[in-house]
């Protein structure tokens, strides 16, 4: 990171001078206010500095004092706070700088982003929109009765609000909920031809989704996705970011704290590596030989301790090996390295990862220092060639010691300008370039072309990168002097890491002091060696391994006084010691950092001399720039602190502490989850700083259980992970130590467990156990709609896993089936008093509610415990299945305890109605419709309390309608005006209506019961059929009543009453089948032949009906009889007869009687609702009168009939006849043998008639001569008046 600019720093200084003066004054405050917290304290601090206070001292004065002792203690833990966090993230920052243990994982799950408070009221007030029609989202009915529901049971619900602040809850956690309420409802829908149920659903998501987003544009959904995907693989800055917001970091104290810690430099990140490792193993062999361990839960895990603190940093050691070391040939290979050291180096104090070959001077080959260089040459120009003619072409050649030669493009002599560039590589630390300027040959014989001048050119790594003027060696081509400008840059490969030239002078090596060119090349991670080249030479004329040399600055050599070099610096070893020197002291600076860097030694030399003067390096007076901000700012301290002296244990947990708040409260659902790039971090420093396993996910635990506890929602999954990882630790572990003393250790390394961790584990086990069980007390609102999908699950396994004794041995199911049951019973509670709070139930029990607002508050519980009921079912039932196949039985358990509490408030409602009310039994079918159809609960213990609570009342309730219906019948008939009313008259309406409502009333509670359903319906089919006798009974007592109201003349005509009646009759048969007869059922077989009341009703009322009918003929026939009585006076031979017949009849009691006939006939017809009833009543009235006239004309056999009896008998005989057949009476019924023979007789009467009436008038006119032409004339006017009659 490249230090910022002048003006940047000058406002910066301002306001951090400005800032540090504030905190200068607040540390000036500290020391002169060194007041100690405790009260006795301060009493002695004022005896010591004063007078005796005053026995009664000023409250105000003692507030004040409390108060400013308080404010001091503040701002001093302020302040350590604040260097505690500048501290850790230094080592975050170094973390993150030169990671070697870790990579960001990139298989996490992606997590969505939250909804907020604003967010969820926003959506809200977006599908409120859209169930007022106010967008322009078509939609059917079923679609808004979905969106309807779901803004009713889940927007509006507070456990979603809840769910809401927790942290928990996503758009896809909306989006499920909604999916799979709607898969519910469209597979109940029926099938439409053309048209998939997977459309539709396809159709509701989408419109649900338009509604979910409102006017957001879509294009938005992309970024918001790519912000999503940038979380999964994170960059050094973005890294630093995020820490400097979690530890509270300024953003210039993190420029300072970057540039100081050279975090740009990778060597010297590896070197501080180096040296945290070297110093972490002095204080592990320190600590064996002092002994000093902490205290373990075995004795014997001491020295297994010190194996794993060692393995550790050979991890470490071996990961940083790991890293690549870019060589300088393919060829050049790390296989010749010895095998690594295991820490028998206490005889150096450098960190060294390879042996020294004790038959060589060196354990390296010139293979392993080889260096691959890269250089650009780029030929610019040339000028001072004058000799040459202007039109003449001039190329130049470049070529590296050894190397190919390449040619530049073609110029004019005028003009010799190429600015080409050549690319070369060459192993040689100290080449030589060579580039020549030719001329094209005239001649016809030449074969080559003239060369006119060359230049020779040293380059090193350390050479000017510019374009430069170099005079050339001219042949003798060419006399002008030549300049040509060339620009030469050679690129250092990685393994090279310093170079220069050295005045040197060793034991083994360099043992003569003189001027030679040296390279730092670094072999691998921990291995470096000084070699010296000459000049066109690839390989090392003589190297020296850095391995447990210590590099610092010292005075000048007295054997090279006067050989050169002024500033020195040597490197020492145990029997071997190198002296180099320099002629600049910038120079050695940077050569005793690089090889300090390269030693991993734990002294940081230190120049001898304060540099005073201007400083000409631009890397030495950048580190040195960024030291003095360090030290004015106050951070120095930070940069220079020893990580092996500070508790990483404590440090991590402060780190991964601030991590998970900052990470529960970014824009994503973590449930507690780290991102990819903390993960990384946090796995870094532990890897690094040797922070233990199971104290990481101890104390993670802890943050989690703390975050959990406080209502966040937490994955249930992440604490199983942490926790499996303890419990394997601490139990694993102590139970199975000597077999690992004697088998090695675990996979991870760690066969140790401290007894602080095993406490610890002991107390969050006991923590997360009663968390678990108060989470699945509360499952309802913990895990409201089942979300976080497979979190209850989670819970559940978790919680088993939490009852285990260790990692062997399992928990026995009938333990795990208590704990759960015995939560089970207390979330029945919980349910039951939430629900009862959110329904005021409590208020209905003061005594100034109503009894009919208690019943209707608790007929509202019922409908909300239902409710309750089914949505557990719905998203909690599926979570206990299959986390437990037993475990449905519970879930019963749980129901039948939550319905016994509702149960009391139920009673106790019940208890206070008024007697003989009936609006409780709403209460009863909700309740019995809803347990009926659950198969667990069915038949349960509440169901059979509510059977119980019930019945009496039921019964009470049929014996009350029965008494009711009775009355209504004895009074209805009394009275009863017989004016028609639906199919009969008012009172059998009512009666009717009252039957079939009641027998409805008692269907529709689906008794559960299936005896006292049986009894009830019996009773109901018996009380039935006895109401309909007696309505029977009394309407053909009327009937009767009114039968005899009536003459017997032929003005008679029916009531319509009476047809009212016979309807009352027609209709109760009609519905005899329907009120009495029994439902079919498994019972029925044995009973139908005995209870068959529909059977013995409808006997009954076949009887009243031929009654009725028989005492309506006898009425109708009664005024025929009277007819033919009166026709009965015209006998021949009686005294009546002669004198009637001076009265000169026609035929008006025929005509009279016809007209009787037909009044009746349609007073019938019109009046009776049922045809066939009409008909057979039609068949028998002419049955009968046939029947009558017969037996009247057989009566007269012996004797003729009167003309008039003729014709009063024949035109009755004629239009009855007429009439009945036009009613509808068959054929059959109507020629009957009766009518024959009347008709037979009548026209032997006629007959005989005809043939009385010519005799007679034939003896007349003879008796009387001419005159009788006047009695015969009268005589034939009164036979064709006759005649006439009789056609009539």
């Not at 926790?723 to 139970?735: E, I, L, M, R």
């Not at 609960?937 to 219906?965: C, N, T, W």
């Amino acid at each position: 990171m490249r230090e910022p600019s002048s003006s940047e720093e000058e406002s910066e200084n301002e306001t951090n001078d400005d800032e540090n003066s504030d905190i200068l004054s607040i540390h000036n405050n500290v020391d002169q206010k060194s007041l100690s917290a405790s009260g006795e304290n301060l009493s002695v601090v004022s005896h010591g500095r004063g007078p005796p206070r005053p026995a009664s001292p000023s409250p105000s004065l003692i507030s004040d004092r409390e108060k400013a002792i308080e404010d001091t203690e503040k701002l001093e833990r302020e302040e350590e706070e604040r260097k505690k966090r500048l501290q850790l993230y230094v080592f975050v920052m170094r973390c993150i700088a030169y990671p070697f243990n870790a990579k960001q994982p990139t298989d996490m799950a992606r997590r969505q982003t939250k909804v907020t408070k604003q967010q969820l009221q926003t959506i809200k007030e977006r599908f409120v929109a859209f169930l007022n029609g106010e967008t322009s989202i078509v939609a059917d009915e079923a679609f808004t009765n979905a969106v309807q529901s779901y803004y009713e049971v889940f927007l509006k619900s507070d456990r979603v609000a809840t769910m809401v602040k927790s942290g928990g809850c996503s758009a896809n956690d909306f989006r499920e909920v909604f999916k799979n309420n709607i898969e519910k409802r469209v597979r109940s829908l029926p099938e439409i031809d053309g048209l998939s149920k997977e459309t539709v659903l396809s159709s509701w998501m989408t419109k649900f989704d338009a509604i979910f987003r409102g006017e957001e544009d879509p294009r938005k959904q992309p970024q918001r996705m790519s912000t999503a995907a940038s979380e999964l693989i994170l960059s050094k800055e973005q890294l630093y970011e995020m820490f400097q917001n979690i530890l509270g970091v300024k953003k210039y104290e993190h420029q300072i704290l970057y540039n100081a810690c050279q975090l740009d430099n990778a060597d010297e990140q590896a070197a501080q590596v180096r040296r945290e490792l070297d110093r972490r193993l002095q204080l592990t062999e320190q600590m064996s030989r002092m002994r000093k361990h902490p205290k373990f839960v075995v004795k014997e895990m001491e020295s297994m301790y010190m194996d794993e603190l060692k393995s550790a940093i050979n991890l470490l050691m071996a990961n940083l090996e790991s890293l690549p070391v870019s060589k300088g040939s393919t060829d050049s290979t790390i296989s010749r390295l010895q095998k690594l050291k295991r820490y028998n180096r206490a005889q150096h104090s450098s960190l060294s990862k390879m042996d020294i070959n004790d038959e060589t001077d060196s354990g390296l080959s010139k293979l392993d220092v080889v260096l691959s260089f890269t250089l650009e040459v780029h030929v610019v120009e040339v000028k001072g060639l004058k000799s040459l003619a202007n039109n003449k072409i001039v190329y130049c050649t470049m070529e590296v010691e050894g190397g190919e030669k390449l040619q530049t493009d073609q110029a004019e002599a005028s003009k010799p300008s190429w600015d080409t560039q050549g690319d070369f590589t060459t192993t040689h630390p100290l080449p030589v370039v060579k580039v020549k300027l030719y001329t094209e040959s005239s001649g016809m014989l030449s074969l080559e072309d003239k060369e006119l001048g060359k230049v020779v050119i040293p380059v090193t790594a350390s050479s000017s990168r510019q374009p430069e003027w170099y005079r050339m060696h001219t042949t003798k081509n060419c006399q002008d002097d030549l300049k040509i400008k060339i620009a030469v840059r050679m690129d250092k490969p990685q393994n090279m890491k310093h170079c220069g030239y050295l005045y040197g002078l060793g034991k083994k090596v360099w043992k003569k002091y003189k001027k030679r060119y040296f390279v730092l090349v670094q072999v691998s991670q921990y291995t470096f060696a000084m070699c010296s080249y000459r000049e066109k030479k690839p390989d090392p004329t003589e190297m020296m391994q850095l391995d447990g040399f210590t590099v610092d600055y010292c005075e000048q050599v007295p054997d090279a006084e006067g050989f050169g070099g002024k500033y020195f610096f040597n490197c020492v070893k145990e029997g071997d010691n190198v002296t180099f020197a320099t002629d600049d002291e910038n120079e050695r600076t940077l050569w005793v950092q690089a090889i300090y860097r390269a030693t991993g030694q734990t002294h940081k030399p230190v120049p001898p001399v304060v540099q005073t003067n201007k400083i000409s390096n631009t890397q030495i007076s950048r580190m040195q720039g960024d030291a003095d901000r360090a030290r004015k700012h106050g951070l120095d301290e930070f940069v220079q602190a020893n990580p092996v002296m500070f508790d990483h244990h404590d440090l991590f947990n402060m780190l991964q502490t601030l991590t998970l708040d900052y990470r529960l409260n970014d824009a994503y659902t973590c449930l507690g989850w780290f991102s990819p790039g903390q993960v990384f971090v946090l796995d870094e420093y532990c890897a690094r700083y040797g922070v233990r396993g199971c104290h990481r996910h101890l104390c993670y635990l802890n943050d989690l259980l703390e975050r959990a506890e406080a209502g966040i929602m937490i994955d249930p999954t992440l604490i199983h992970y942490s926790f499996a990882f303890c419990a394997s630790h601490v139990h694993g572990n102590s139970y199975e130590v000597k077999i690992k003393l004697k088998r090695g250790k675990r996979p991870d390394g760690i066969g140790t467990v401290l007894l602080k961790e095993k406490l610890q584990f002991d107390e969050i086990k006991e923590r997360l156990r009663i968390l678990l069980e108060n989470q699945i007390t509360h499952f309802r609102y913990c895990f409201p709609f089942g979300r976080p999908e497979g979190a209850l699950k989670a819970t559940l396994s978790l919680l088993e896993r939490v009852l285990m004794k260790d990692i062997v041995t399992p928990v026995p199911p009938e333990e795990v089936r208590n704990v759960i049951k015995k939560c089970l019973e207390n979330a029945a509670l919980v349910n039951y008093t939430r629900i009862s709070e959110y329904a005021k139930i409590e208020d209905s029990y003061n005594e100034e509610v109503s009894p009919k607002k208690r019943l209707d508050d608790v007929i509202h519980l019922a409908e909300l415990c239902i409710e309750v009921l089914q949505q557990n079912e719905e998203h909690h039932a599926e979570a206990f299945v299959t986390a437990f196949a037993w475990f449905s039985d519970l879930l019963v358990e749980h129901a039948e305890i939550f319905w016994s509490l509702f149960a009391v408030d139920m009673d106790s409602t019940l208890e206070m109605q008024p007697p003989d009310t009936w609006d409780s039994f709403p209460l009863f079918q909700l309740l019995n419709d809803y347990l009926r159809n659950d198969e667990n609960l069915s038949s349960g213990k509440f169901h059979q309390h509510l059977r119980m609570v019930f019945a009496p009342q039921v019964v009470r309730y049929v014996d009350l309608m029965e008494s009711s219906i009775a009355q209504s019948i004895h009074k209805g008939f009394e009275r009863e005006r017989w004016e028609p009313q639906g199919n009969g008259c008012a009172t059998s309406e009512d009666m009717l209506w009252k039957l079939d409502a009641l027998q409805s009333f008692i269907r529709e509670l689906h008794w559960p019961d299936e005896m006292f359903a049986d009894h009830l319906d019996h009773r109901l089919k018996l009380m039935a059929a006895d109401m309909i006798e007696a309505a029977a009974k009394r309407t053909l007592k009327s009937f009767e009543a009114w039968l005899r109201k009536g003459g017997k003349g032929t003005d008679y005509l029916l009531y319509p009453e009476m047809a009212v009646m016979m309807n009352v009759i027609i209709d109760c048969k009609n519905r005899a089948l329907h009120l009495c007869a029994l439902d079919s059922g498994e019972n029925m077989t044995l009973i139908e032949n005995s209870h068959q009341y529909h059977t013995k009703i409808e006997d009954f009322l076949d009887r009243i009906q031929v009654q009725m009918v028989k005492c309506l003929i006898e009425k109708l026939l009664s005024v025929l009889e009277s007819v033919l009585s009166k026709l009965a006076r015209y006998d021949e031979g009686t005294f009546f007869s002669s004198i009637l017949s001076l009265t000169k009849p026609v035929n008006e009691l025929g005509k009279a009687y016809v007209d009787f006939m037909r009044g009746n006939l349609d007073i019938l017809r019109q009046k009776i609702a049922d045809e066939l009833f009409t008909l057979s009543i039609f068949e028998q009235w002419y049955t009968g009168q046939m029947k009558m006239i017969c037996d009247w004309l057989s009566d007269r056999l012996d004797l003729s009939l009167h003309p008039y009896q003729l014709t009063c008998v024949m035109t009755i005989n004629r239009k009855c006849f007429s009439d009945f057949e036009l009613q509808g009476v068959p054929e059959n019924a109507l020629n009957a043998k009766t009518y024959q023979t009347i008709c037979s007789r009548l026209q032997v009467e006629e007959a005989t008639q005809s043939v009385t009436q010519s005799e007679n008038s034939s003896k007349t006119s003879r008796f009387l001569g001419g005159g009788g032409s006047s009695m015969g004339g009268a005589s034939s006017g009164t036979g064709s008046q006759a005649s006439g009659d009789e056609s009539d």
